[in-house]
């Protein structure tokens, strides 16, 4: 009973000395305030004036404020019945400067060259941790900031990086910082030495590695020996794939072991590693839902088959086939789980298969065009709202929109649709491109000397995705007024039309001085229709007055003198075009095909009875990542009929860019009296480029570069090719998509050539791209 009356005392007392330590505050005060709005304080606060304050209090009071970040220190008192919070407040930031010790006396470009990260990535670093100009400085975000610096330089192979800072606070409470960077020298590696391999060896397995000893012919270009721990992590996940898509299971990297020198300037590595043994594909077999799919029907899909080498990306790809053909089936949520089971050396594979629910298309919801029409977008995706789901179409609707040349980047989500467990809301997201100009121009070319222009190209006028095009030209040689006007689908179904009207005068001075003048007007029209999803059949038909002046030089028996009795001529032409399209991308393709065959003929109702029929090919097969094989063939055949010759002016002519580059522009074929090109009613060209962004340059979207090989010429008539008459050069180019257009240039040499050809190694033009 004693025990119980003396606990009892106890919590009276307690309770007692709780309530008088607490005092009822009536205001709060805040001291030190500049920045900070005193009500943002009061609103973040759980105490408010009337109630009784308390240690409790204090320290929750203390943390609120605190994690605001806007303070460096916080003390409260307690003033009769008043709270009084003293503060000091952090500084807000005015500046960051980041120097990098290699930046002095270098050139912008030499900077970004050489420094690991420039001075605008650590800014951007600076922004992400939000110690840029305006942000509230803090200690302990500045560390982290450093901290995160430091690791991105010792990833890069760094190890010496050192980095110092100044903080100066001016009277307004904003502080100016200055970072000095100092990167040091990045690690070389000297040597990599890998130990345990039977199955490959070690140069087989060292090639996987951007990273290596260094070789003084490839490592100037290459700077292989510069170390870092991406890519030596790179370089071991590439050889374990390499095991394991061999069929090495139990395949493991046991150490690596790195010696660094004593400057920790350079890096040796040793690796060891087991391989294991080498497993086979046993059974395979499906289970769970496979809706109108049977076993043998999936299983005919598979590229791996029982008694293979166990390949695990070729399980992956097999995988991705069969959720493909299920996703094209509406089943846009498919869960496809590969089972493996292993028996000495063998791999059973079970694959277990969850449609789920058949998805329909809600809404396709249309983002990033600030120019093009949601109808010009809409037109090219094969699924509309309400229908059903399918991959293939969706991927076969982004490379048609690609292949518009409107957008420089196309990207398609599916996202769920809450509460609806069976529809997807399609979200197309476009980046538009410069898809014309309106050009102003003085320049000079190999054909027509100096020339003045003005012109509108536009391929997508007003976002409607229709195409107009404006020109006028003036030169020493060529004068061209032109209007053309496409609407690619005018009736909704694909069909196009397009008409146009040109006038031209040329006076060609290329074979001799006052050889010939052409003057030339007008009218075309165009009707096209799709046969395909990816081949066309347009038809042309045109009519134009052709009035030709011809020098006395010229039009002597051993030049053109029979046409340039006829001064004037009608012509109506009947033109056919058939294509076939299949390229993934309008401007730089890294993959697809491209086919024409285009017909025409002048009907005999005009003055003029000629046929030509050309045929064109091109097609792009990506070697890997940044390398494509761009091949092209070129055929064209032209010809008189009904007894009349083909006019001297239509006859192909080759050299030059877009024929055989090294040779002059119109200098192949067929030659009069005086060595000057003639043409001839045959060509044949062909080329092979390998292809790569322009990896000299940091922003490269736009560039392209190019080593090729081109071979061809010009002949006669199709009765007198003679193989020896071949021409034959190589090269590298570069193309740039510039905001005034695509621009190209090449050096190039002759290979195979003959006495008294023109050379030209150095060609540049406009509206060229690879």
């Given at each position: 009973?004693?025990?119980?009356?003396?606990?009892?005392?106890?919590?009276?007392?307690?309770?007692?000395?709780?309530?008088?330590?607490?005092?009822?505050?009536?205001?709060?005060?805040?001291?030190?305030?500049?920045?900070?709005?005193?009500?943002?304080?009061?609103?973040?606060?759980?105490?408010?004036?009337?109630?009784?304050?308390?240690?409790?209090?204090?320290?929750?009071?203390?943390?609120?404020?605190?994690?605001?970040?806007?303070?460096?220190?916080?003390?409260?008192?307690?003033?009769?019945?008043?709270?009084?919070?003293?503060?000091?407040?952090?500084?807000?930031?005015?500046?960051?400067?980041?120097?990098?010790?290699?930046?002095?006396?270098?050139?912008?470009?030499?900077?970004?060259?050489?420094?690991?990260?420039?001075?605008?990535?650590?800014?951007?670093?600076?922004?992400?941790?939000?110690?840029?100009?305006?942000?509230?400085?803090?200690?302990?975000?500045?560390?982290?900031?450093?901290?995160?610096?430091?690791?991105?330089?010792?990833?890069?192979?760094?190890?010496?990086?050192?980095?110092?800072?100044?903080?100066?606070?001016?009277?307004?409470?904003?502080?100016?910082?200055?970072?000095?960077?100092?990167?040091?020298?990045?690690?070389?590696?000297?040597?990599?030495?890998?130990?345990?391999?039977?199955?490959?060896?070690?140069?087989?397995?060292?090639?996987?590695?951007?990273?290596?000893?260094?070789?003084?012919?490839?490592?100037?270009?290459?700077?292989?020996?510069?170390?870092?721990?991406?890519?030596?992590?790179?370089?071991?996940?590439?050889?374990?794939?390499?095991?394991?898509?061999?069929?090495?299971?139990?395949?493991?990297?046991?150490?690596?072991?790195?010696?660094?020198?004593?400057?920790?300037?350079?890096?040796?590595?040793?690796?060891?590693?087991?391989?294991?043994?080498?497993?086979?594909?046993?059974?395979?077999?499906?289970?769970?839902?496979?809706?109108?799919?049977?076993?043998?029907?999936?299983?005919?899909?598979?590229?791996?088959?029982?008694?293979?080498?166990?390949?695990?990306?070729?399980?992956?790809?097999?995988?991705?086939?069969?959720?493909?053909?299920?996703?094209?089936?509406?089943?846009?949520?498919?869960?496809?789980?590969?089972?493996?089971?292993?028996?000495?050396?063998?791999?059973?594979?079970?694959?277990?298969i969850s449609l789920n629910k058949k998805v329909y298309v809600n809404r396709i919801i249309i983002s990033g065009n600030t120019r093009t029409l949601d109808e010009v977008v809409r037109r090219e995706i094969g699924i509309s709202e309400g229908g059903l789901y399918s991959r293939t179409l969706l991927r076969e609707s982004i490379v048609n929109l690609r292949r518009l040349g409107y957008f420089s980047?196309?990207?398609?989500?599916?996202?769920?649709?809450?509460?609806?467990?069976?529809?997807?809301?399609?979200?197309?997201?476009?980046?538009?491109?410069?898809?014309?100009?309106?050009?102003?121009?003085?320049?000079?070319?190999?054909?027509?000397?100096?020339?003045?222009?003005?012109?509108?190209?536009?391929?997508?006028?007003?976002?409607?995705?229709?195409?107009?095009?404006?020109?006028?030209?003036?030169?020493?040689?060529?004068?061209?007024?032109?209007?053309?006007?496409?609407?690619?689908?005018?009736?909704?179904?694909?069909?196009?039309?397009?008409?146009?009207?040109?006038?031209?005068?040329?006076?060609?001075?290329?074979?001799?001085?006052?050889?010939?003048?052409?003057?030339?007007?007008?009218?075309?029209?165009?009707?096209?229709?799709?046969?395909?999803?990816?081949?066309?059949?347009?038809?042309?038909?045109?009519?134009?007055?052709?009035?030709?002046?011809?020098?006395?030089?010229?039009?002597?028996?051993?030049?053109?003198?029979?046409q340039c009795l006829d001064k004037n001529n009608d012509e109506l032409k009947l033109g056919f075009n058939w294509n076939e399209n299949t390229l993934n991308d309008f401007m730089y393709p890294t993959d697809g095909k491209s086919n024409s065959i285009d017909f025409g003929v002048a009907l005999p109702i005009g003055d003029y009875e000629y046929f030509n029929l050309n045929a064109s090919h091109q097609?792009?097969?990506?070697?890997?990542?940044?390398?494509?094989?761009?091949?092209?063939?070129?055929?064209?055949?032209?010809?008189?009929?009904?007894?009349?010759?083909?006019?001297?002016?239509?006859?192909?002519?080759?050299?030059?860019?877009?024929?055989?580059?090294?040779?002059?522009?119109?200098?192949?074929?067929?030659?009069?009296?005086?060595?000057?090109?003639?043409?001839?009613?045959?060509?044949?060209?062909?080329?092979?480029?390998?292809?790569?962004?322009?990896?000299?340059?940091?922003?490269?979207?736009?560039?392209?570069?190019?080593?090729?090989?081109?071979?061809?010429?010009?002949?006669?008539?199709?009765?007198?090719?003679?193989?020896?008459?071949?021409?034959?050069?190589?090269?590298?180019?570069?193309?740039?998509?510039?905001?005034?257009?695509?621009?190209?240039?090449?050096?190039?040499?002759?290979?195979?050539?003959?006495?008294?050809?023109?050379?030209?190694?150095?060609?540049?033009?406009?509206?060229?791209?690879?």
């Open positions: 009973m004693k025990n119980k009356i003396n606990q009892l005392i106890t919590i009276l007392l307690l309770l007692f000395s709780i309530n008088a330590s607490a005092t009822i505050i009536n205001k709060i005060n805040f001291i030190g305030l500049d920045f900070t709005s005193e009500q943002f304080l009061l609103d973040i606060i759980p105490f408010k004036p009337g109630q009784k304050f308390s240690d409790s209090s204090s320290n929750e009071i203390l943390q609120l404020i605190f994690n605001t970040g806007l303070f460096s220190d916080i003390s409260l008192e307690i003033n009769g019945n008043q709270l009084e919070i003293t503060v000091i407040e952090n500084p807000f930031i005015k500046f960051l400067e980041v120097t990098n010790v290699k930046d002095k006396g270098l050139s912008a470009w030499l900077k970004n060259q050489q420094q690991f990260l420039t001075s605008e990535q650590i800014n951007e670093f600076a922004i992400e941790y939000k110690l840029s100009a305006g942000n509230i400085f803090t200690k302990s975000k500045f560390d982290e900031f450093i901290a995160l610096i430091k690791s991105k330089y010792i990833q890069g192979g760094y190890l010496n990086i050192s980095i110092n800072y100044e903080t100066t606070v001016d009277l307004q409470n904003r502080v100016g910082i200055d970072l000095l960077i100092n990167q040091g020298e990045q690690v070389k590696v000297t040597n990599i030495e890998i130990t345990g391999n039977e199955v490959f060896e070690s140069k087989e397995l060292l090639k996987l590695f951007d990273i290596g000893k260094p070789n003084f012919l490839t490592n100037y270009f290459t700077n292989k020996d510069r170390f870092t721990e991406n890519e030596l992590q790179s370089g071991l996940d590439l050889i374990t794939k390499k095991y394991f898509d061999s069929g090495y299971l139990d395949f493991q990297i046991l150490n690596v072991n790195t010696d660094l020198s004593e400057n920790n300037e350079k890096i040796s590595i040793a690796i060891d590693l087991t391989e294991g043994i080498q497993y086979k594909l046993g059974t395979i077999s499906f289970t769970g839902q496979l809706g109108n799919f049977g076993s043998n029907e999936l299983k005919g899909l598979l590229k791996n088959k029982t008694g293979d080498v166990f390949n695990r990306q070729a399980v992956v790809d097999d995988i991705q086939k069969i959720t493909d053909i299920y996703a094209d089936q509406g089943y846009a949520f498919v869960d496809i789980k590969p089972i493996t089971s292993d028996f000495i050396d063998t791999v059973d594979v079970t694959i277990d980047n196309v990207e398609m989500n599916a996202n769920e649709v809450p509460g609806m467990n069976d529809k997807v809301d399609l979200i197309v997201n476009v980046e538009e491109t410069k898809t014309g100009a309106i050009s102003f121009s003085v320049s000079h070319s190999n054909n027509y000397g100096i020339s003045f222009g003005a012109g509108i190209k536009e391929k997508n006028i007003f976002g409607s995705g229709n195409t107009l095009n404006a020109d006028f030209k003036l030169s020493e040689s060529f004068n061209k007024l032109s209007f053309y006007f496409e609407d690619p689908n005018f009736n909704d179904q694909g069909h196009s039309i397009s008409y146009g009207a040109f006038m031209s005068e040329i006076k060609d001075d290329d074979v001799m001085k006052d050889s010939y003048e052409i003057n030339t007007k007008g009218l075309n029209f165009g009707y096209g229709i799709p046969l395909s999803k990816n081949t066309r059949l347009n038809s042309t038909i045109e009519y134009s007055k052709n009035e030709i002046n011809c020098g006395s030089s010229f039009s002597s028996a051993s030049y053109e003198s029979a097609s792009y097969e990506p070697i890997n990542d940044s390398l494509t094989l761009k091949l092209t063939g070129d055929l064209g055949i032209a010809s008189g009929y009904g007894g009349k010759t083909l006019p001297f002016y239509k006859r192909y002519f080759g050299g030059g860019s877009g024929s055989i580059r090294g040779f002059g522009n119109k200098s192949l074929g067929p030659l009069y009296p005086n060595k000057k090109a003639k043409g001839g009613e045959l060509s044949i060209l062909g080329s092979a480029n390998i292809i790569s962004p322009a990896v000299f340059f940091d922003d490269n979207e736009n560039m392209r570069m190019s080593a090729f090989i081109d071979a061809g010429n010009i002949f006669n008539e199709s009765s007198n090719i003679n193989i020896n008459d071949l021409r034959m050069s190589a090269g590298v180019g570069f193309a740039y998509l510039s905001p005034i257009g695509a621009i190209g240039m090449h050096l190039s040499t002759p290979i195979l050539k003959k006495s008294g050809d023109v050379i030209e190694n150095f060609g540049f033009s406009l509206g060229t791209g690879f």
